[in-house]
C-alpha cells in the first residue's frame, strides 16, 4: 500500500477566530502503481490532503502512512519520505531560484547528499522525462517559456526519484500542446516505471482518460470515491458539489434524450465513437 | 512558524474599540508612544501595563494572539537589552570583569528600555489588530491632508502603505509556499552554522523576490486597467466621522498622557 490515510482530519488556525476545518474524518487507501485522481471544487481541501501525503502538514488528528509507515511517528527521517514522496505543486515554475536548468534541478539530489555522478545521472534523467531539449540545460531557466519552465521545475521533482509522485494540477495554464505531451509522459512513467500518480485535475475530460480511481472532496470530506467508471456513474450528483461529468457523456445523454438507444456510461470520446458506430451498425444506419 | 507574525494583522471581532474612528486610534496611538517616553520610572511602567491590559479587554482580541507580535522582536530586544546592560556607565560598579563592567545604572537603563520597547510593540498592535487595513489608510490619508498645502502627497502616502500592508499576508503566504515547495526537494532550513542557514535561504529569497516583482507588476497593471490616476477628485464610499464614543476614548487618552507625565 502505497499511501494509507485514517480518520484524518486538519484544523488550520485553531483556537482563533480564523479557524477552518479543512478536512475531516478522511480514510483512503492508495495501492502501489495506482493512477489516482483528486476531485473537488475550489477550497474543497484537495491542496491540504497532497501536503498530508509528504508530511509538509501534521495533521490535527489521525495517521498518515506511507509504505506502511507512519510517518509522524518518532525517529522517521522526514527528507526520506519527501524522497519517496515526490509532490509536484501548483504552478511549480515559481519555485525555480538557480542559475542554469541543471542546478536547479541537481537541488533535490543534492539534498540527498548523493554523488556527483548520480546526480548528473538523475538530472539527465529527469530532464529526458519531462522531454527538455539538451540546449536548455545550461540556459537560465529564467529564460525559458511557461510549459518549459513547469517542466524543469516536474524535473526537479522526478530527479529525486520518488516512488510515488503527486500533481497539483500541473497542466493548469499550459496550452492544448503542452497538456497533452505533460499527461502522455506522467502515463508513460507510470507505465514503465511502475510509478504511483496522485493526480489533481479540475478537468474531467483528463481525469476520464487518465486516473483509474477517483477522489472526490467536498467540503473536506470525502463524498464519493472509487474507480473512475464507478464515481462518473454518479452523474448529475456530481454538478450539485460544483463538479461535472467528462463532456462526452452530456453528448451521449442527449442523445439518448433524442431517441438514440444507446448507452451513455461513456469515458473517453474513443468510448462514445465505438458505441455510436456499434448502434448504427445494428441500426442500418442514420434514418 | 512564520505566521504567527501579528505586526499589520487584522483580528476581526466586534469591540468598543473595533468600532471606534481609526483617527482616534491612530492619534491615541501617538499619544502612548509620546507618553511612554516620558515615563523614566518603574512604577510608570506598572500603570502603563495596567492601563494597556485592560485596553486589550476592551478590544476583546486575546491577549495570546498580542503576545505572539513579541516573537519576531525577541532578538532586537535581547540585543538592545544586553548592549545597555554593558555599555551604560554610572552608578555603583555590580560587576566587573576585565574589560567589562556592569553597573547599576546600566542594568536599569537596559531593563527600561526593555519594557519601553515590549509595551511599544503591544501598545501598537493594539492598532493594527482592532482596525482593518482600508480604515487605517483612510484615517491616515484624512490626517495628513491638513498637510498636502505644504506639498505632503497625503493620498498617495496612504495608498503606499495600504498596499504595502496588504502585501504582507501574501507575501508571508508566498514565503510559506516557497518553503514547502523547497523543502519536498529535500530542503532543510533548521540545522547547520549560520553560513550554512543562511546559504539555504537563497532557493526562498530568489523566488521570493521575482513573485514580488511579478505581483507588484500586475497590480499596478489593474490599477490603471480600472483608470486610477491618484487622489485628485476621488470620492469615498464611507466617509469617516468622529461619534461620541470618539470623544471619550480622547478623554481617557488625555487622562492616560496626563497620569504618565504626572508620575
Known amino acids: 500500500m502505497a499511501i494509507k490515510i485514517s480518520g484524518l482530519t486538519h484544523i488550520y488556525n485553531p483556537g482563533t477566530p480564523f479557524q477552518k476545518t479543512a478536512l475531516e474524518d478522511i480514510h483512503l487507501e492508495v495501492a502501489d502503481g495506482e493512477f489516482v485522481g483528486i476531485i473537488g471544487h475550489t477550497g474543497s481541501g484537495k491542496s491540504t490532503l497532497i501536503q498530508m501525503f509528504n508530511g509538509l502538514l501534521r495533521p490535527t ?227 | 512558524m512564520i505566521r504567527d507574525i501579528t505586526i499589520g494583522q487584522y483580528y476581526p471581532v466586534a469591540s468598543p474599540v473595533h468600532r471606534l474612528d481609526p483617527r482616534t486610534k491612530i492619534l491615541l496611538t501617538f499619544i502612548y508612544i509620546i507618553s511612554l517616553f516620558f515615563i523614566d520610572f518603574f512604577i510608570g511602567y506598572g500603570f502603563v501595563v495596567v492601563a494597556l491590559y485592560a485596553a486589550i479587554n476592551v478590544t476583546r482580541v486575546p491577549i495570546k494572539f498580542m503576545l505572539k507580535g513579541l516573537r519576531g522582536i525577541v532578538f532586537i530586544l535581547l540585543f538592545t537589552v544586553v548592549l545597555n546592560i554593558f555599555f551604560t556607565p554610572g552608578g555603583r560598579v555590580l560587576f566587573s570583569w576585565n574589560f567589562i563592567t556592569v553597573t547599576e545604572g546600566g542594568v536599569k537603563i537596559a531593563l527600561m528600555m526593555g519594557a519601553r520597547l515590549i509595551l511599544l510593540i503591544i501598545g501598537s498592535s493594539i492598532l493594527t489588530l482592532t482596525t482593518s487595513p482600508i480604515e487605517l489608510t483612510d484615517g491616515i490619508e484624512s490626517l495628513l491632508n491638513p498637510f498636502r498645502r505644504i506639498g505632503v502627497p497625503a493620498h498617495e502616502i496612504a495608498m503606499m502603505m495600504s498596499i504595502s500592508l496588504r502585501f504582507i499576508p501574501i507575501l508571508l503566504e508566498e514565503t510559506d509556499k516557497i518553503m514547502k515547495a523547497q523543502m519536498a526537494r529535500g530542503a532543510d532550513f533548521e540545522t547547520g552554522n549560520i553560513v550554512r542557514r543562511a546559504k539555504a535561504m537563497i532557493p526562498i529569497m530568489v523566488p521570493l523576490f521575482i513573485s514580488a516583482f511579478r505581483r507588484a507588476e500586475e497590480l499596478a497593471m489593474a490599477m490603471e486597467a480600472r483608470c486610477y490616476r491618484g487622489g485628485v477628485g476621488r470620492t469615498r464610499m464611507n466617509s469617516l466621522q468622529y461619534k461620541r464614543r470618539d470623544c471619550y476614548a480622547f478623554i481617557i487618552g488625555t487622562l492616560f498622557m496626563i497620569v504618565c507625565f504626572i508620575l
Open chain 1, 61 to 287: 488528528s489521525g495517521e498518515v502512512y506511507i509504505k506502511g509507515k507512519n510517518i509522524h511517528e518518532k525517529g522517521i527521517n522526514k527528507n526520506e519520505i519527501r524522497q519517496q514522496v515526490g509532490l509536484v505543486f501548483q504552478y511549480p515554475e515559481y519555485q525555480l531560484f538557480e542559475m542554469t536548468v541543471y542546478d536547479d534541478v541537481a537541488f533535490g539530489p543534492k539534498n540527498l547528499g548523493l554523488s556527483k555522478e548520480e546526480i548528473d545521472e538523475r538530472v539527465r534523467y529527469a530532464l529526458e522525462a519531462v522531454g527538455l531539449d539538451k540546449k536548455y540545460y545550461e540556459k537560465s531557466p529564467f529564460e525559458l517559456s511557461g510549459g518549459q519552465k513547469r517542466r524543469v521545475a516536474i524535473a526537479g521533482v522526478l530527479a529525486m526519484k520518488p516512488d510515488i509522485l503527486i500533481l497539483d494540477e500541473p497542466t493548469a495554464g499550459l496550452d492544448p500542446k503542452g497538456r497533452t505531451s505533460l499527461f502522455n509522459q506522467l502515463k508513460q512513467m507510470h507505465e514503465e516505471l511502475k510509478l504511483t500518480i496522485v493526480l489533481i485535475s479540475h478537468s474531467m475530460e483528463d481525469m476520464a482518460k487518465y486516473a483509474e480511481k477517483l477522489i472526490v472532496l467536498y467540503k473536506g470530506k470525502i463524498a464519493y470515491q472509487g474507480t473512475t467508471r464507478e464515481v462518473f456513474k454518479e452523474g448529475r450528483k456530481l454538478e450539485a458539489i460544483g463538479l461535472a461529468m467528462p463532456q462526452i457523456r452530456y453528448i451521449m445523454e442527449e442523445l439518448k434524450a433524442r431517441g438514440m438507444n444507446i448507452g451513455t456510461e461513456v469515458l473517453t470520446v474513443e468510448e462514445a465513437a465505438d458505441l455510436i458506430k456499434n448502434y448504427l451498425r445494428n441500426a442500418g444506419g442514420v434514418k
